[in-house]
């Protein structure tokens, strides 16, 4: 579990270079730790070097991580697709959703949001290199559906999200990331009171800090290769 201390600073110190490198403060950048298919003491020695927000792609994996770590002050975050079937769990079990890119999801999360609990930190995913996944919301609907989502009571919009396809070299990426940005001032021009850029993971952190992320998802770089595929 070493290991994953070191690679938590290896991580940190990437961000903190690449943030000099476009002339960003450090702090600008958040780190959202990528946790899904690894255990529960794989999380808790991440926490215990100082790490607070974890992502999940897999709602039932990441219930069961959840439940055995609730003593523990976690932020947690989902970042994988929510089928309608799903919004319950994680309107109960989340403070953060990445992956909202319909209003029928954003409705049902919110209705399902308990009274007791904060409003849901909602991202909206935007497909911004029309690549072939599904998910996300196409670059020019992502202003109706972020107006749509800001009105809903039990979710308080924070921005956008995106996993473009791997680009071929630094500067494609950061064109495309800086695309994303560019949606995001977007909304906020639109006078949405919006803070995070979601974009970014252990191959392409880099160009996602030179076109603007404000929080970047890793996952292999700090807990090594997944190696097994988790159930949905
Ligand atoms: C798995 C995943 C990540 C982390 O990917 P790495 O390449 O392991 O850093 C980030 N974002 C999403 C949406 C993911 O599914």
Same mark, same amino acid.
Request: hydrophobic fraction near 50%; charge should be neutral.
């Given at each position: 579990m070493t290991m994953i201390a070191d690679n938590l600073h290896a991580v940190a110190q990437r961000i903190a270079h690449a943030c000099q490198q476009c002339d960003r403060p450090?702090?600008?950048?958040?780190?959202?730790?990528?946790?899904?298919? *690894?255990?529960?003491?794989?999380?808790?020695?991440? *926490?215990?070097?100082?790490?607070?927000? *974890?992502?999940?792609?897999?709602?039932?994996?990441?219930?069961?991580?959840?439940?055995?770590?609730?003593? +523990?002050?976690?932020?947690?975050?989902?970042?994988?697709?929510?089928?309608?079937?799903?919004?319950?769990?994680?309107?109960?079990? *989340?403070?953060?959703?990445?992956?909202?890119?319909?209003?029928?999801?954003?409705?049902?999360?919110?209705?399902?949001?308990?009274?007791?609990?904060?409003?849901?930190?909602?991202?909206?995913?935007?497909?911004?290199?029309?690549?072939?996944?599904?998910?996300?919301?196409?670059?020019?609907?992502?202003?109706? +559906?972020?107006?749509?989502?800001?009105? +809903?009571?039990?979710l308080q919009l924070r921005g956008i999200m995106c996993i473009p396809e791997p680009a071929p070299d630094f500067v494609a990426a950061r064109a495309v990331f800086m695309s994303a940005k560019a949606v995001f001032d977007a909304l906020l021009a639109q006078g949405l009171p919006l803070d995070t850029l979601s974009m970014g993971m252990s191959g392409d952190l880099d160009a996602a800090i030179a076109g603007g992320s404000t929080m970047v998802r890793v996952g292999s770089a700090i807990f090594g290769a997944r190696h097994y595929p988790a159930s949905a």
């Amino acid at each position: 579990m070493t290991m994953i201390a070191d690679n938590l600073h290896a991580v940190a110190q990437r961000i903190a270079h690449a943030c000099q490198q476009c002339d960003r403060p450090v702090d600008a950048v958040r780190l959202l730790a990528v946790s899904k298919t *690894f255990g529960p003491d794989a999380v808790q020695a991440a *926490f215990d070097v100082g790490q607070r927000a *974890f992502g999940e792609n897999y709602i039932q994996e990441a219930v069961e991580k959840i439940t055995a770590l609730q003593a +523990l002050p976690i932020e947690w975050h989902c970042i994988g697709p929510i089928q309608s079937n799903k919004t319950r769990l994680v309107a109960e079990h *989340f403070q953060w959703v990445h992956t909202v890119d319909r209003l029928k999801i954003a409705q049902r999360l919110s209705e399902q949001r308990p009274a007791h609990l904060p409003p849901l930190q909602v991202c909206i995913q935007v497909n911004v290199d029309g690549g072939p996944t599904k998910s996300g919301v196409a670059p020019q609907e992502a202003a109706a +559906l972020a107006a749509a989502v800001a009105a +809903l009571p039990r979710l308080q919009l924070r921005g956008i999200m995106c996993i473009p396809e791997p680009a071929p070299d630094f500067v494609a990426a950061r064109a495309v990331f800086m695309s994303a940005k560019a949606v995001f001032d977007a909304l906020l021009a639109q006078g949405l009171p919006l803070d995070t850029l979601s974009m970014g993971m252990s191959g392409d952190l880099d160009a996602a800090i030179a076109g603007g992320s404000t929080m970047v998802r890793v996952g292999s770089a700090i807990f090594g290769a997944r190696h097994y595929p988790a159930s949905a």
